[in-house]
């Protein structure tokens, strides 16, 4: 039955007369079929042999068909093409029999061509493809934990690497093995598992000394390889730290283990970050994505275990090199910067769920609704735009104190003030889309001060309110509030008020195509947030009374007091000060001039743009 089937497929996909919904039908029906009955067989049984052997004739079938029919390029074909139509019928099919298949991976081979683009046309039905097959996974507990190994053991596989860019190891850990990770360490047996099935293994591929120590001197390609697979290393890791609840962690996991595992994680990613032997001759966006996700584990790993203040401020803000490594240099290549001023905010920017790891695969936005102008100008940068729409929009509607203090400020300017607001209102309308325009068009008979409201209001905001799910108040509440903060939720209630309770919100950020899969500025930049959101959580905000001098939030502004410090990471903090406004009012009352320095010294700075013009990151601040 069995050879018989084999047999029907073959003959079905390589046929040029049946026609291409048949062909996809046949592949998503017998692969799994089969696939499923040889790992369920005994190796014992008689016909366990003939059953391998119908499982490799598939296998074989099937890579045939993406021979013949998928495009070398997805762009290839034109997208009204009947070639095209036929690939999109059978890529479906092939996702499909794979999601059914699992945890089987013969026919992953067969979508290596498709996984390894970074920029694939089919990006959308890609993504919905890989949510599909988490999701089948998760339905079947240990068919889950058997394909979570067999992924990770494809991409420790060496074998496997015939390229230095887009290869097809790093693409399976990226878009497979870690968003499996996330949702499957969701459930508490499940964590528990992963973390005992896997950390040993995880340890001794993060330790940069027996890491390195394997590859040969001068072996350029092996060097740029093992970086980008530490990545992917540590980007397990991190899922581990922020999903896993810090009791389960210590009361559970720790005693199985017999070790520390933030102790472990702590002291391996100190020795990682300070780069390789050789890393001149190591590609900067492979080693800047590498060290972004070991500093990323390593916050996520204190945040997740550590009480004391002083391991937050010591570890993650003053014995970090903040040098090119780790963030691309304002000063492009060529010498010249990007002036601010010239950026424009606009309403129709990508906007994508802020994710709970770094370099997220599923979180990145939508592709192809950035305007052409923009994409052109994009492209000309080495990590496409320089920060972002949720810098550049207008000041989230949430903060409804911000609009209230500027209407009372503004209506008591006299003419003078009158007249500069209005000339504010007109720069920005102008930048606004034609149906705001419109509507700002009903509300001319108003005060300007109530026109630059509904300016502010009315922008694309970057925050949008998902279902609240209540937390309990008291330390129940504390803990889970802390694991919220820790995956990527925004909190709503005061930080440390643990007799009442709380609700989290999916938040929601703005950028281009590229989003938090790609972008390092944005990724540093969200790893940031997450790292306030804990500081704050965890220890509260400085009382406004007093000077911040021992606070964390004085070792947060000293990353950005020398001199030598790029202008692109002092922007970074001032967008996450932006983003937390609300958690920064308090602080802003008394005599902390620490914030007042820094915020005045981004406005004087000719980098910023500021001068003789009303654009949107100075009205922010």
Wanted: aromatic share 8%; hydrophobic share 45%.
């Amino acid at each position: 039955l069995c050879k018989f089937l084999s047999d029907v497929l073959q003959a079905v996909l390589c046929s040029d007369f049946a026609p291409p919904r048949t062909k996809g039908l046949f592949l998503e029906a017998i692969p799994p079929l089969l696939l499923k009955a040889e790992m369920l067989a005994s190796p014992d049984s008689p016909g366990f042999p003939a059953l391998c052997s119908a499982a490799q004739s598939v296998e074989h079938s099937v890579r045939e068909m993406v021979t013949k029919y998928f495009p070398l390029n997805s762009r290839e074909y034109h997208r009204s093409a009947d070639e095209y139509a036929t690939y999109l019928i059978l890529l479906e099919g092939l996702f499909r029999s794979l999601e059914r298949s699992a945890p089987s991976m013969r026919l992953l081979p067969a979508l290596h061509s498709t996984l390894r683009v970074h920029d694939h046309r089919e990006a959308v039905r890609l993504r919905d493809f890989v949510r599909r097959f988490v999701k089948h996974l998760l339905e079947r507990h240990h068919a889950a934990q058997e394909t979570l190994k067999a992924l990770l053991r494809i991409f420790l596989d060496q074998s496997l690497d015939d390229r230095l860019t887009e290869n097809i190891r790093f693409a399976i850990m990226e878009k497979l093995a870690l968003p499996l990770l996330w949702d499957l360490v969701a459930s508490p047996q499940s964590c528990k598992e992963c973390w005992l099935a896997h950390w040993s293994l995880l340890v001794q591929h993060a330790d940069p000394d027996v890491s390195f120590a394997q590859l040969r001197m001068r072996d350029v390609e092996a060097l740029n390889l093992k970086v980008q697979e530490m990545a992917g290393i540590y980007g397990m890791i991190e899922v581990l730290f922020v999903r896993t609840a810090p009791d389960q962690l210590k009361e559970q996991i720790m005693p199985e283990l017999q070790s520390s595992p933030s102790r472990d994680i702590i002291l391996i990613a100190k020795r990682a970050l300070k780069k390789p032997t050789g890393w001149e001759r190591v590609a900067l966006p492979s080693l800047r994505r590498c060290q972004l996700r070991i500093y990323a584990a390593l916050s996520a790993a204190i945040g997740a275990t550590q009480t004391k203040q002083e391991m937050y401020t010591g570890w993650l803000f003053e014995k970090v090199l903040w040098d090119e490594t780790m963030i691309e240099p304002w000063e492009g290549a060529s010498g010249a910067s990007i002036a601010l001023d010239t950026l424009k905010p606009e309403s129709n920017y990508n906007s994508f769920p802020r994710p709970g790891y770094s370099f997220a695969y599923l979180s990145a936005a939508v592709p192809g609704r950035t305007p052409a102008a923009r994409a052109r100008a994009a492209r000309g940068a080495e990590e496409s735009t320089l920060l972002g729409a949720g810098l550049w929009a207008a000041t989230p509607a949430t903060q409804a104190p911000m609009t209230q203090t500027s209407l009372r400020f503004a209506g008591g300017l006299g003419t003078l003030g009158r007249a500069a607001a209005a000339k504010a209102s007109q720069e920005l309308t102008l930048m606004l889309p034609e149906k705001q325009r419109r509507q700002l068009a009903t509300a001319s008979k108003g005060t300007a001060s109530q026109v630059i409201s509904l300016v502010v209001t009315g922008s694309s905001d970057g925050l949008t309110q998902g279902e609240g799910v209540p937390l309990p108040p008291g330390e129940e509440g504390q803990a889970l509030r802390l694991q919220a903060v820790l995956a990527g939720r925004r909190l709503s209630g005061v930080a440390g008020e643990t007799d009442r309770g709380a609700t989290w919100q999916t938040e929601w950020l703005e950028h281009d195509e590229d989003g938090p899969t790609n972008d390092c500025a944005l990724t540093l930049f969200l790893v940031l947030l997450r790292t306030l959101d804990v500081l704050t959580e965890r220890f509260g905000v400085p009382s406004g009374a007093n000077h911040l001098s021992g606070s964390w939030l004085q070792s947060l502004l000293a990353i950005v007091d020398k001199a030598s410090t790029d202008f692109r990471l002092r922007i970074l903090l001032l967008k996450v000060f932006i983003h937390r406004a609300d958690v920064m009012q308090p602080v802003l009352y008394g005599r902390n001039v620490e914030i007042f320095r820094f915020l005045l010294s981004m406005l004087l700075d000719p980098r910023f743009g500021a001068e003789k013009r009303f654009h949107y990151l100075a009205r922010d601040v």
